[in-house]
Each structure stands twice: as structure tokens, then as C-alpha cells.
């Protein structure tokens, strides 16, 4: 598609995005039965919608040419391969012009009817409206505790709180996505990096409903790939971990060495405790593993440092001042 065609053209209120992979069985009745009549009925104003599609196998690229073809709002952008959808819906963003940028799934798991309520948030001031999923009967046990325990972990070592069952549905107004494609790491969890930015938010709850069709391209094994993505991406703290086991190990194994010093040899044993060679031995080696790890610990906070300089995230991010606005500073820095 020629870019200029794009530029010519008056950029559109809402922008909605959406990765897809391999959506062939649901993506061209979930476009014209589900998405087109939610965004036409809900939205007064003039809308785009990207897909980015994600290195499908399937035809899902053809039926989305075919889409684009017939209607001139809709755009496609054809990733070169399966890059992942956290990667998928920065591609999108970056593409999109609106005031406003919608993301959402392809497969119809985020109702797009919902769109009318994050756009009324917009318009009275929300920079970032997040959907919340209400709880899901239709997932299984195994997913349902893993995504208790994902936010009870996440918050309990991440510098900031992410709101339990907070998704990728939502709207970043221009000015958060300004700043979202400033973010230059490799590994990202869009949503992590948009909670990161902070700015006014609010939040819709939803039902998630089931597929349209097709299987979910997350498989429980994907998941935890995500779920440590997550963890590493957003707080050092696993990395420090060790190290204080470690000093505790030291620590530990020092009051003991010396407690027996004291108690067995200078002492002669008062207590008749009779700490045995194995005793002895197993105090030297927990002191000896508490010395590694504690080193360990003390690499960690030099990797720290590189994994800070190596994320490069922006050291601040400002937001306009007031209604009217000082707009962005970055040009007159
Ligand atoms: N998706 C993608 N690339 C991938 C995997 C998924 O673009 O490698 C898209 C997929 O087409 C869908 C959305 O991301 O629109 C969510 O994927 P899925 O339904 O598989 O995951 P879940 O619903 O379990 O989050
Ligand atoms: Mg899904």
C-alpha cells in the first residue's frame, strides 16, 4: 500500500488494532458481524481498524486483503513472520493514527461492544482505559490458578501494581502512544510497558466470551514463558534473590562456627553437646555456599545495572500540565 495514500487522508478519531495468527476460521465473520457493526453503531466519529497479521500459516492474510480491499477504513499489516503478539500489537500501534488507539484479540474474546464505554472514558478524560476481565468459567483449573498466583507473584515483587485480570484490551490515547513507541527493549509485555507509563486511567470490566473459533496460540507452556518474561522484565527482584539467601546462609553458618568454637573448644563442652565431625563439616559447607551465593548476589547488582542501561527505558515520561496544556517537552529538550 502506498504511504502516501495513508497521509493524504485526514487521520481517523479511533484506531483499532488487532494482532492475528492463524484466525482463518473466525476473522472474516468476526470482522463483518461482530467488529464492523459494534464500531459503526458505537462510534460517532470516523474510525481505522489495522490488523497486523502475525505470520499466519493459515489464509488468514488473504481473507484480511480481501477485507482490506473492500473497505477503505481497514488496513493490514503483514508481518514477515510469527514475531509474537506483544511484538504484533506494537507494529499495530505504530501504525495507527488516531486520537485514540483501541487494541484488541482478533478471535472475539474482547467484545468490541464494549468499545462505545472506552471511548466515553477517553472523552472524559481517561489517557488509558484498561479492560478487566471478569472471572472465566469457561478457562480451566490449571490456567485460573496460574493467573491468580501470576498476579499475586507479579505484584508481590514488581515496583509497581498491576490490577489483577487487567488484559491487552484497551485504548491508549496519542499521547501514551507516543511514549509507548519510545520504549526500545526487545522483550516486552505490552500491557507491563503500558502500566509502566502511568498517565490518568480507567478501567471496564468484561465477560470474556469463548473463541469464535480456532484455538488460543497460547499454550500453558507459552504462558510461562510470559509469566517469566513478566517477572524479569519488571523487577530485578528474582535476580537479588540468591544473593540474599545467601548472606543469610553466611550469616547463619557464621553465629553457628562460632557458637561451637566458643562452646566445644574454648569452653570444653559445658553443654555436653558433643557437635560431631558431620556437624562440623556441614556448618563449613553452608558457609561456603552462603560465600557463592552471596558473590552471586553481588554480580546480580552489576547485571542489574546492564539490564537497566541495556532496557534504555525513557527516565521520565512527562504528561501535559492542566487542560491547556504545555503539550510535549521532548522537542525542547
Ligand atoms: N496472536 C498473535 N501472534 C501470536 C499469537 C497470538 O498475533 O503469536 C493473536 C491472536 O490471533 C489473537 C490474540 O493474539 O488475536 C490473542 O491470542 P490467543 O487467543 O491465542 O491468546 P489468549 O486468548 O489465550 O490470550
Ligand atoms: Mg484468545
Request: proline fraction near 4%.
Amino acid at each position: 500500500m502506498p504511504s502516501n495514500d495513508v497521509a493524504r487522508t485526514a487521520p481517523p478519531e479511533i484506531s483499532v488494532v488487532l494482532p492475528a495468527h492463524n484466525e482463518q476460521d473466525g476473522i472474516a465473520y468476526f470482522h463483518a458481524e461482530v467488529l464492523v457493526p459494534a464500531l459503526e453503531t458505537q462510534l460517532d466519529a470516523p474510525f481505522e481498524v489495522v490488523y497486523v497479521n502475525d505470520g499466519s500459516t493459515d489464509a488468514t492474510l488473504e481473507l484480511l486483503t480481501e477485507i482490506a480491499d473492500a473497505d477503505s477504513r481497514v488496513r493490514v499489516i503483514n508481518l514477515s513472520r510469527n514475531f509474537g503478539k506483544e511484538v504484533a500489537v506494537t507494529a499495530g500501534i505504530a501504525q495507527s493514527r488516531g486520537g485514540a488507539t483501541v487494541i484488541m484479540d482478533a478471535d472475539g474474546q474482547h467484545p468490541p461492544a464494549l468499545i462505545g464505554e472506552f471511548v466515553a472514558w477517553w472523552r472524559a478524560g481517561a489517557q488509558v482505559v484498561v479492560g478487566v476481565r471478569q472471572s472465566n468459567q469457561r478457562e480451566g483449573m490449571m490456567k485460573r490458578i496460574g493467573s491468580r498466583s501470576f498476579y499475586r507473584l507479579l505484584n508481590a515483587i514488581s515496583e509497581m501494581q498491576t490490577v489483577p485480570r487487567s488484559t491487552d484490551y484497551r485504548l491508549i490515547d496519542s499521547d501514551v502512544r507516543r511514549e509507548f513507541l519510545r520504549f526500545t527493549e526487545r522483550n516486552r509485555i505490552t500491557r507491563g510497558l503500558i502500566d509502566w507509563l502511568g498517565f490518568r486511567r480507567a478501567y471496564v470490566e468484561f465477560d470474556a466470551p469463548a473463541r469464535i473459533a480456532g484455538d488460543a496460540s497460547y499454550t500453558v507452556g507459552k504462558l510461562f514463558g510470559l509469566a517469566v518474561t513478566s517477572f524479569t522484565t519488571m523487577s530485578l527482584r528474582p535476580l537479588f534473590f540468591f544473593g540474599y539467601v545467601g548472606v543469610a546462609c553466611t550469616l547463619l553458618a557464621l553465629l553457628a562456627g562460632v557458637f561451637i568454637g566458643v562452646e566445644q573448644f574454648l569452653l570444653g563442652d559445658p553443654l555436653h553437646l558433643r557437635f560431631s565431625g558431620a556437624a562440623l563439616l556441614g556448618i563449613f559447607v553452608t558457609f561456603m555456599v552462603g560465600i557463592v551465593l552471596t558473590a552471586q548476589g553481588m554480580m546480580a547488582v552489576y547485571l542489574a545495572h546492564i539490564h537497566a542501561q541495556a532496557q534504555n527505558r525513557p527516565l521520565y515520561v512527562v504528561d501535559r500540565v492542566g487542560s491547556r496544556g504545555l503539550g510535549p517537552m521532548e522537542d525542547t529538550l
